[in-house]
């Protein structure tokens, strides 16, 4: 079965960059986008974008565009999420997910329950 995990989390500075993968293991097919979902202490859980597998084309929630960017490497199963400007309040766990199947009249799915296997996650903090 399909495993996804991601990596690159830790501490960093208001303003600083960083780069967060998620390494896709024991697929027979690929998916057709995976997506990244972030999720702060005490709250729900917050669609930030994803990428279509088949193509690269990629979509973003409003409040994240212009600072964070989502890339594939097809050859190592792999997505990345750069994020850029960090703030205090991108602290949270940050979770990617396949999507396997497309939303029925737009392809990419913004709700968790588009999704259908889960990383374990990997929190940011962001503080000075």
């Known amino acids: 079965h399909v495993q996804l995990v991601e990596s690159g989390g830790g501490s960093v500075q208001p303003g600083d960059s960083l780069t967060l993968s998620c390494v896709a293991s024991?697929?027979?097919?690929?998916?057709?986008?995976t997506g990244w979902f972030r999720q702060a202490l005490g709250k729900e859980r917050e669609f930030v974008g994803t990428?279509?597998?088949?193509?690269?084309?990629?979509y973003y929630s409003d409040s994240f565009k212009g600072r964070f960017t989502i890339s594939r490497d097809n050859a190592k199963d792999t997505i990345y999420l750069h994020m850029n400007d960090l703030k205090p309040e991108d602290t949270a766990v940050y979770y990617c997910?396949?999507?396997?199947?497309?939303?029925?009249?737009?392809?990419?799915?913004?709700?968790?329950?588009?999704?259908?296997?889960w990383g374990q996650g990997t929190q940011v903090n962001v503080s000075s």
């Open positions: 990428i279509k597998w088949g193509g690269g084309g990629t």
């Open positions: 997910a396949d999507q396997d199947t497309p939303v029925t009249g737009r392809g990419f799915g913004t709700e968790w329950n588009h999704y259908d296997t």
């Open positions: 024991g697929r027979t097919l690929r998916s057709f986008a």
